[in-house]
Every structure is written in structure tokens, then in C-alpha cells.
């Protein structure tokens, strides 16, 4: 029961991505996130360099 | 004086972080939009257009989607006729301008907002109590009961709060119908749950003991 | 703040015009508490200004009231804090001042005829010139170009005095998150039949006002205000805003997916509305261990000498800090999720929620900027707060806090009654307002809102007299 068949009035992207537990909005956060992390590393390696 | 490289007290990175979010959260959100202008245009299956007026609506249980959804079914007059679309949209056009006009808003919520000091207009021109209000104000028709009341909501006091009369003119309470009878055909995804689904146990003295 | 208007110790016009902004906003904050109070009575007698002043009436003047003076104020404060950021006066100050009339002018105008027009006939010509019945933007058409107008000015001076002058990070957060408030109310601008449509775009405005841009505004007045306050230190307080600014808009942003939960928009704003505004409160968490902190490492670093320099300021600050996790955050929690939302939605929750979190997040921080206001005009080095200053804070919250919790009983009994065991409709409404819990809420709503309203009489006599006291006791 964890993926629902498809119920939207109309057919969407995100509205395909929506079909599960919180599959949408994980997605987004996790792009979201993810380039903070290469961000990080880059900020990092440039502090590094500095000292 | 390692204490100073710590990305975590780096300006720079938060203020990277930041710009990188708030600018990417906008772009979602507007790649959103298109995608929810698409699907709430007036005329789909959302949002239908303004000769829905011309369609009895009800308003069901959909087992597929877990709540209510609105039934656009046959054919009925609408205050003794069939409207063109061209009408229907004129219709629809002064009912919406006429209920801000008249600041529905400021005492009823519509789709859920607005104030409450009234009830919420979304699914009224589904509402039981015309039925009632049809002898009330002398009208054959729930769309003439509605629009009788509109135009003089202090004579057909059924509380303690009244509608004030509002100079609403008859063609105006008409379009306003339209207005209201457009909008309980509106997708809601639900909204509001079990809509008026206690109302006979209340007229019953609010118990099912009888 | 009255005896100042001609003669004070300000050294910028800019400033003196921030003060300017700061007397109209704390007059129509009254006129605000005074609408309130008598929508607050027609729910207890419904006859009361029946037909004459009905509910409509009161209502909307109450919070166009409370939008319009917020508005004021924070223009203020921007113009108030230009100077102490850029270390130059504003370019364009002749054209700001009369900016600042053309806008009071015009602000009358709009209030007048909602107080005596009220409503028209259901034409264009209604939406144009009385008003455009859409709930917070209500002001007629011809009022939102003059409005327009008249940001695009204080946005031309924000903007050039940014650019001529010195550019530190709170100044650059300012000027880019104006842009975006600015822009914002262009969206709420247009007719149109499609009441989906509608309330998607208006919602563009309200939300992404209040639960995004006027929270990083607010972001922005705390770094400066703990600058000038406490001496905090500025690195620290930029580091902080944009660790704000990031969780903000992170949030805030496509937080504004819960408000297209029931009104005909599609169902994957469910999820997107759920989990991105649920994260909303966590910023404000950030904002209050924020302020605490700062202030606990302020005090006692410098030896005897107290490190707070505007006692009434602070208050209001570490209130502001406290009522925006609680008020915004907390409240706002409460019925952000679809799965109560759709029994919450509509409900005196909503109200209960407006009101903790329009005081706590935004009324508190702009009164603190008033008294910073103050500060400056009477030239004190440091103010103390008197027992006026003392009787507002305590009044006003204990005020707004009681009327929250009165409408927050409310509104779990409309919820459970006329929603849950009802289904909404007209009878279960009314069934539901006339139950005795509805009433008593509704009594203690008006007794707070009473209270709140001594506390803002105390809140003016204390900003008239507080600069001349603590001048004569310095």
C-alpha cells in the first residue's frame, strides 16, 4: 500500500513524482540540499589554500 | 588560529548557501506555476467554465481519491433557462465583480478565505437550508430562493447574526447565484469534508436516538 | 516623539522622515486596536452598528489598518537605519517627503470612503474607486498605482543611497529583500472571473509577504537594532542573517504550497505545502537562540557599564523574538498540515493564528524601532524604561496572548462542531457559534482585546514623554 496508483485530475510531472510517501517533497529538499554540500567543500579547499 | 577556517562561521558560504536556495526555491516555484495555471484554467476539469450553471452539481464521496469531489450531471434550467456560454461568462463576470463589490469576503470565506463571521460560501449553492428558505421567501426554485435572499437578507433572519442589506440589485443577487453555483463546481481536492453531513441529525434535535 | 517634530538631536533628514512614518503608523495602529474592538463586540451583540457600521466594515478597516501602518512603520525603519548603515543621507530625501504626503493623503482618502462609501454596485468602477473587496489588499485600484508610485520612490532612495554609500551585508539583504516585497504586491493587481486564479495570485502577495519577505525584513531590523542596542558584534549578526535569510526563503518560499491545499489548485501542493512549511518555525527558533545569545555575551563584557543602551527597545526585540517562534511559528504548525487543514481551514484557528503571529513577529519589533526612534531624537545615550514603558509590554502581550488563546478555544470547538461532527453548511456554522464555549471564548477575546487596548494607550503616552524624561534624569 505504500504507492498509491495514480488519482490526479490531471496528468503532471510533479504529480507523477508525487506518488508515494512523501516522494515529491523529499525530492525537492534533496536537490535542493545536495549543491550546499559541494558549496561547502569548495568554501572549504578555498580556506585551506588561504592558510 | 585554525578557529577561523571553519566553513560553518564562513559568511561567505552562508551567504552562497543562501543566494543558491532562495534563488532555486523561486525557479520551483515558478516552474510550479505554469504547471497550476495549466490545470486551474477556467473551462478544464478543475476549474470548470461558466456554463457549468446550465448542469445540475453534486457534490460525492470518491473512493478513488479518499474525499468528496464535485458531479457535474444533467442538464437544468438555471432561473428558467438554458444559458449560451456567452451569457453564462457575462453571468459569471458580474456575479464575481458584484461579490467584491459588496465585500463578500470581509464576513464569509470563499474556497476557505476570508473572515468568519459567516458561513464559508464554497459549497453554498449546495447547502440544505434553501430548501428551506424556498417557502420561506416564497420561491419555487433554490436559485430564486438565493437570489430573493440576497437582495434582502434582514427580512429572513434565521439567527442571532443577519446579513445586512447590502443594495444588492436583482440582476446583481442573479449573477451572484452564478457566482456561487460556479464555484461549488470547483475541484477543492475535498474541501469541505462531509459537507453539511449532520444537518438531518440536528433538524432531529442533534441525536440519533429517535 | 511629538515635541520632537521640529527641533530634535536627529543629524539626518532621512531619519527625521523615518520618525514621520513612525507617527502615522502608531495612529493607525490604534485605529486598528478601535476596529477590532467593535468587530470583537458584534460577535458578542450582532445588532450592535448593525446596518450602519456592520462587521464588513469594521473588519476590513481593521486589517487594511493593521497592514498599512506595518507598512509605515518598516518604511521608517528603513529610513531610519539608512543613515547609521551607509554613513550618508539619503539621496533623494525632497522627493521622499513628498512621497510621505502623497501617500498619508492618499491613505485617508482610501480610509474615508471605506468608513462612509462602504460597498457599490457590482462594476469595475467599484473595484477602482471603493474597493476591491479582496481580504488585505482591499484598496481600490487607483490607490494601489499611487502605491506603486510611492514605492518605486522610497525604493529609488533605498536603492542610490545603497550604491553611493558604504555597503555592509545588513544594508545588501535590505536592499535585495525590498526589491522582492516591492514587486510582490504586483501580483495582486489584476480582476479576474476565475476565483481559483484568484486566490492563487493573491496569495502570492499575502504569504509570500508575511511568511517570507517581511520575515527576512524582520531578520534585517534585529541585526541592526542588536548592532545599535547591545554593540553586537557585526560579523557575528551578518553571519547569523544569512543563515536566516537561507532557512527563510528556503522554507518560506514554497511554504507557500499550504494555502493551495482546497482552493482548486492541483494535489501535489499537499505534499510540497506540507513538509516545506512545516520547516518554516525552525528558522524563528533560529532567530530567538539568536538574540538570547548575543545579548547573554554582550552583557557583562563590558565590565559595570550595563550593555543594553535602549532598555524599552530591547524588550520589544527579545519579545519580538519569542513571538514570532510562538506567534508564526508554533501557531502556524499547529494547522499546516493538510491532514487538520482541512477541518482548521477557515476556522477562528486561522484568526487565533493571525493575531499571535502578526504581534509577535512584526507589531514588536517595529514598536522597538519606534523607541529606537525616540532614542535618537532626544539624543540619549541611554534610555531606561520607565513603569509606561513597562505597563505597554506587559498589556499589550498579555493582551494579544489571551486573545489568542481565547480565539485558539474557538476555533477547536468550530473545528470539532460545525466542521468534524457537522460538515460545515449554514446550520452547522451557526449551531456551532452558538454554543455557549464560542461565546465565552468570544467574551474573553473582548476582555483582552480591552487590555490590549490600555496597553497601547500606555505605548503612546510612553513614546511622547520617555525621550524628555531620560533626558533630564542623564
Redesign the interface.
Given at each position: 500500500m505504500l504507492f498509491e496508483p495514480f488519482?490526479?485530475?490531471?496528468p503532471?510531472f510533479?504529480?507523477w513524482?508525487?506518488q508515494g510517501p512523501?516522494?515529491?517533497?523529499?525530492f525537492?529538499?534533496t536537490v535542493?540540499v545536495l549543491p550546499m554540500f559541494w558549496l561547502y567543500f569548495k568554501e572549504k579547499k578555498r580556506l585551506e589554500q588561504e592558510k | 588560529m585554525a578557529k577561523s577556517h571553519s566553513v560553518w562561521?564562513s559568511?561567505r558560504f552562508?551567504?552562497q548557501?543562501?543566494a543558491w536556495?532562495?534563488g532555486f526555491?523561486?525557479v520551483?516555484?515558478i516552474l510550479?506555476?505554469f504547471?497550476?495555471?495549466r490545470?486551474?484554467?477556467?473551462g478544464g476539469k478543475?476549474?470548470p467554465s461558466?456554463s457549468v450553471i446550465n448542469n445540475h452539481i453534486d457534490y460525492k464521496y470518491s473512493k478513488k481519491r479518499g474525499h468528496e469531489v464535485p458531479v457535474i450531471g444533467d442538464k437544468e434550467p438555471f432561473f428558467g433557462k438554458q444559458w449560451s456560454d456567452e451569457e453564462a461568462?457575462a453571468l459569471?463576470?458580474?456575479?464575481?465583480?458584484?461579490?467584491?463589490?459588496?465585500?463578500?469576503?470581509?464576513?464569509h470565506?470563499?474556497?476557505?478565505?476570508?473572515?468568519?463571521?459567516?458561513?464559508?460560501l464554497?459549497?453554498?449553492w449546495l447547502?440544505?437550508?434553501w430548501k428551506q428558505m424556498m417557502p420561506m421567501v416564497g420561491a419555487k426554485t433554490k436559485e430564486e430562493a438565493i437570489a430573493k435572499f440576497l437582495q434582502h437578507p434582514?427580512m429572513y433572519p434565521?439567527?442571532?447574526?443577519?446579513m445586512?442589506?447590502?443594495?444588492?440589485?436583482p440582476d446583481?443577487a442573479k449573477?451572484?447565484v452564478a457566482?456561487l453555483k460556479h464555484?461549488s463546481a470547483?475541484?477543492?481536492?475535498?474541501?469541505?469534508?462531509?459537507?453539511?453531513?449532520?444537518?438531518k441529525e440536528?433538524?432531529a434535535g442533534g441525536t440519533y436516538a429517535h | 516623539m511629538l515635541t520632537s517634530i521640529k527641533n530634535n538631536n536627529l543629524q539626518f533628514e532621512s531619519q527625521k522622515l523615518g520618525l514621520m512614518y513612525f507617527r502615522v503608523a502608531l495612529i493607525l495602529f490604534g485605529a486598528q486596536l478601535l476596529m477590532g474592538l467593535i468587530?470583537a463586540i458584534?460577535?458578542m451583540y450582532?445588532e450592535f452598528l448593525?446596518?450602519l457600521f456592520?462587521?464588513?466594515?469594521a473588519?476590513?478597516v481593521h486589517i487594511n489598518a493593521l497592514v498599512v501602518w506595518m507598512l509605515y512603520a518598516m518604511i521608517g525603519a528603513v529610513y531610519y537605519m539608512l543613515p547609521d548603515e551607509t554613513g550618508i543621507e539619503a539621496v533623494g530625501i525632497g522627493l521622499g517627503k513628498l512621497a510621505f504626503w502623497v501617500l498619508t493623503a492618499a491613505v485617508t482618502v482610501v480610509v474615508l470612503v471605506y468608513i462612509f462609501i462602504?460597498?457599490?454596485?457590482?462594476?469595475?468602477s467599484?473595484?477602482w474607486f471603493?474597493?476591491?473587496?479582496?481580504?488585505y489588499i482591499?484598496a481600490p485600484r487607483w490607490a494601489d498605482i499611487g502605491i506603486v508610485v510611492v514605492v518605486l520612490i522610497f525604493y529609488y532612495n533605498v536603492f542610490f543611497t545603497f550604491m553611493k554609500g558604504k555597503k555592509t551585508?545588513v544594508m545588501t539583504v535590505m536592499v535585495a529583500n525590498l526589491l522582492a516585497l516591492a514587486g510582490l504586491y504586483l501580483a495582486g493587481m489584476f480582476?479576474?472571473?476565475?476565483?481559483?486564479?484568484?486566490?492563487?495570485w493573491?496569495w502570492w502577495v499575502i504569504h509570500l509577504w508575511v511568511e517570507a519577505t517581511w520575515e527576512v525584513f524582520v531578520g534585517t531590523l534585529a541585526a541592526y537594532a542588536l548592532i545599535k542596542i547591545i554593540d553586537a558584534k557585526r560579523?557575528i549578526v551578518?553571519?547569523w542573517l544569512?543563515?536566516e535569510?537561507?532557512m527563510l526563503?528556503?522554507s518560506g518560499?514554497?511554504g507557500?504550497g499550504h494555502?493551495?491545499?482546497?482552493?482548486?489548485?492541483?494535489?501535489?501542493?499537499?505534499?510540497?505545502g506540507?513538509?516545506?512549511s512545516a520547516l518554516e518555525p525552525v528558522p524563528l527558533v533560529a532567530m530567538f537562540v539568536h538574540v538570547l545569545y548575543d545579548w547573554g555575551k554582550e552583557q557583562g563584557a563590558h565590565g559595570d557599564r550595563p550593555a543594553i543602551k535602549n532598555g524599552p527597545a530591547m524588550a520589544w526585540i527579545v519579545t519580538n523574538a519569542f513571538g514570532n517562534f510562538l506567534g508564526a511559528g508554533i501557531w502556524g504548525f499547529f494547522h499546516t498540515l493538510p491532514q487538520v487543514n482541512?477541518?482548521t481551514?477557515?476556522?477562528?484557528f486561522?484568526?487565533a493564528h493571525g493575531h499571535l503571529a502578526f504581534f509577535g513577529a512584526y507589531a514588536t519589533i517595529l514598536i522597538g524601532m519606534m523607541y529606537l526612534g525616540v532614542q535618537g531624537a532626544y539624543g540619549v545615550e541611554r534610555m531606561k524604561a520607565t513603569f509606561k514603558s513597562k505597563m505597554a509590554i506587559f498589556l499589550i502581550t498579555f493582551g494579544v496572548l489571551g486573545m489568542t488563546v481565547a480565539l485558539t478555544i474557538a476555533g477547536y470547538e468550530?473545528v470539532l462542531v460545525e466542521?468534524?461532527?457537522?460538515?460545515?453548511?449554514?446550520?452547522?456554522?451557526?449551531?456551532a457559534?452558538?454554543l455557549p464555549w464560542m461565546k465565552q471564548a468570544m467574551t474573553w477575546r473582548t476582555i483582552m482585546g480591552v487590555v490590549t487596548f490600555i496597553g497601547f494607550v500606555y505605548l503612546v503616552l510612553d513614546l511622547l514623554t520617555i525621550g524628555k524624561e531620560s533626558q533630564k534624569n542623564s
Amino acid at each position: 500500500m505504500l504507492f498509491e496508483p495514480f488519482t490526479d485530475v490531471y496528468p503532471s510531472f510533479w504529480g507523477w513524482l508525487n506518488q508515494g510517501p512523501l516522494t515529491l517533497t523529499l525530492f525537492l529538499h534533496t536537490v535542493i540540499v545536495l549543491p550546499m554540500f559541494w558549496l561547502y567543500f569548495k568554501e572549504k579547499k578555498r580556506l585551506e589554500q588561504e592558510k | 588560529m585554525a578557529k577561523s577556517h571553519s566553513v560553518w562561521t564562513s559568511i561567505r558560504f552562508w551567504r552562497q548557501s543562501a543566494a543558491w536556495v532562495t534563488g532555486f526555491a523561486v525557479v520551483l516555484l515558478i516552474l510550479l506555476t505554469f504547471d497550476t495555471m495549466r490545470q486551474i484554467k477556467m473551462g478544464g476539469k478543475r476549474v470548470p467554465s461558466p456554463s457549468v450553471i446550465n448542469n445540475h452539481i453534486d457534490y460525492k464521496y470518491s473512493k478513488k481519491r479518499g474525499h468528496e469531489v464535485p458531479v457535474i450531471g444533467d442538464k437544468e434550467p438555471f432561473f428558467g433557462k438554458q444559458w449560451s456560454d456567452e451569457e453564462a461568462a457575462a453571468l459569471l463576470h458580474k456575479g464575481k465583480l458584484t461579490s467584491q463589490a459588496k465585500n463578500c469576503m470581509n464576513c464569509h470565506t470563499l474556497l476557505g478565505n476570508g473572515a468568519y463571521y459567516a458561513p464559508d460560501l464554497t459549497k453554498a449553492w449546495l447547502d440544505p437550508k434553501w430548501k428551506q428558505m424556498m417557502p420561506m421567501v416564497g420561491a419555487k426554485t433554490k436559485e430564486e430562493a438565493i437570489a430573493k435572499f440576497l437582495q434582502h437578507p434582514e427580512m429572513y433572519p434565521t439567527h442571532e447574526r443577519r446579513m445586512p442589506n447590502l443594495k444588492i440589485t436583482p440582476d446583481e443577487a442573479k449573477a451572484l447565484v452564478a457566482f456561487l453555483k460556479h464555484m461549488s463546481a470547483i475541484d477543492t481536492n475535498g474541501f469541505p469534508r462531509g459537507f453539511s453531513k449532520g444537518v438531518k441529525e440536528f433538524e432531529a434535535g442533534g441525536t440519533y436516538a429517535h | 516623539m511629538l515635541t520632537s517634530i521640529k527641533n530634535n538631536n536627529l543629524q539626518f533628514e532621512s531619519q527625521k522622515l523615518g520618525l514621520m512614518y513612525f507617527r502615522v503608523a502608531l495612529i493607525l495602529f490604534g485605529a486598528q486596536l478601535l476596529m477590532g474592538l467593535i468587530a470583537a463586540i458584534q460577535f458578542m451583540y450582532p445588532e450592535f452598528l448593525y446596518g450602519l457600521f456592520d462587521f464588513s466594515v469594521a473588519r476590513m478597516v481593521h486589517i487594511n489598518a493593521l497592514v498599512v501602518w506595518m507598512l509605515y512603520a518598516m518604511i521608517g525603519a528603513v529610513y531610519y537605519m539608512l543613515p547609521d548603515e551607509t554613513g550618508i543621507e539619503a539621496v533623494g530625501i525632497g522627493l521622499g517627503k513628498l512621497a510621505f504626503w502623497v501617500l498619508t493623503a492618499a491613505v485617508t482618502v482610501v480610509v474615508l470612503v471605506y468608513i462612509f462609501i462602504q460597498i457599490g454596485p457590482g462594476k469595475e468602477s467599484t473595484i477602482w474607486f471603493i474597493n476591491e473587496g479582496r481580504e488585505y489588499i482591499e484598496a481600490p485600484r487607483w490607490a494601489d498605482i499611487g502605491i506603486v508610485v510611492v514605492v518605486l520612490i522610497f525604493y529609488y532612495n533605498v536603492f542610490f543611497t545603497f550604491m553611493k554609500g558604504k555597503k555592509t551585508g545588513v544594508m545588501t539583504v535590505m536592499v535585495a529583500n525590498l526589491l522582492a516585497l516591492a514587486g510582490l504586491y504586483l501580483a495582486g493587481m489584476f480582476f479576474t472571473d476565475n476565483i481559483s486564479m484568484d486566490q492563487y495570485w493573491w496569495w502570492w502577495v499575502i504569504h509570500l509577504w508575511v511568511e517570507a519577505t517581511w520575515e527576512v525584513f524582520v531578520g534585517t531590523l534585529a541585526a541592526y537594532a542588536l548592532i545599535k542596542i547591545i554593540d553586537a558584534k557585526r560579523e557575528i549578526v551578518e553571519m547569523w542573517l544569512w543563515i536566516e535569510v537561507l532557512m527563510l526563503f528556503g522554507s518560506g518560499i514554497l511554504g507557500l504550497g499550504h494555502h493551495y491545499f482546497w482552493i482548486g489548485t492541483p494535489e501535489y501542493w499537499w505534499e510540497i505545502g506540507a513538509l516545506f512549511s512545516a520547516l518554516e518555525p525552525v528558522p524563528l527558533v533560529a532567530m530567538f537562540v539568536h538574540v538570547l545569545y548575543d545579548w547573554g555575551k554582550e552583557q557583562g563584557a563590558h565590565g559595570d557599564r550595563p550593555a543594553i543602551k535602549n532598555g524599552p527597545a530591547m524588550a520589544w526585540i527579545v519579545t519580538n523574538a519569542f513571538g514570532n517562534f510562538l506567534g508564526a511559528g508554533i501557531w502556524g504548525f499547529f494547522h499546516t498540515l493538510p491532514q487538520v487543514n482541512i477541518y482548521t481551514h477557515g476556522t477562528q484557528f486561522t484568526a487565533a493564528h493571525g493575531h499571535l503571529a502578526f504581534f509577535g513577529a512584526y507589531a514588536t519589533i517595529l514598536i522597538g524601532m519606534m523607541y529606537l526612534g525616540v532614542q535618537g531624537a532626544y539624543g540619549v545615550e541611554r534610555m531606561k524604561a520607565t513603569f509606561k514603558s513597562k505597563m505597554a509590554i506587559f498589556l499589550i502581550t498579555f493582551g494579544v496572548l489571551g486573545m489568542t488563546v481565547a480565539l485558539t478555544i474557538a476555533g477547536y470547538e468550530q473545528v470539532l462542531v460545525e466542521r468534524a461532527e457537522l460538515g460545515g453548511g449554514w446550520d452547522a456554522f451557526f449551531t456551532a457559534q452558538a454554543l455557549p464555549w464560542m461565546k465565552q471564548a468570544m467574551t474573553w477575546r473582548t476582555i483582552m482585546g480591552v487590555v490590549t487596548f490600555i496597553g497601547f494607550v500606555y505605548l503612546v503616552l510612553d513614546l511622547l514623554t520617555i525621550g524628555k524624561e531620560s533626558q533630564k534624569n542623564s
